[in-house]
């Protein structure tokens, strides 16, 4: 399992959600990927972003300026959603 960074602070929409779903296509099931961001948007398109591939979102952390998103890689099938 690899965990890699992703720094998409400063960019706006809708670049971290393209750049978030690019970075992904390399992962393996399993790998997971944290996104740093600081567009207030993200916080939807994200999720949204990862509802449409399959894999699994949380949000980390939301500050009043930086939002970070752990995203966990899966196969695709049905064990899509939000992280409680």
Known sequence: MA???LDL???KCPLPALKTRKALKSLQPGDRLEVHCTDPLSVIDIPAL???TGDRV???EQAER???FLIEKTDGGTS???LA
């Open 3 to 5: 965990h890699t960074k």
């Open 9 to 11: 602070t400063g960019l």
């Open 50 to 52: 990862i509802r449409e």
């Open 58 to 60: 949380e949000i980390a």
């Open 66 to 68: 930086r939002i970070v």
């Open 80 to 82: 899509a959603g939000l």
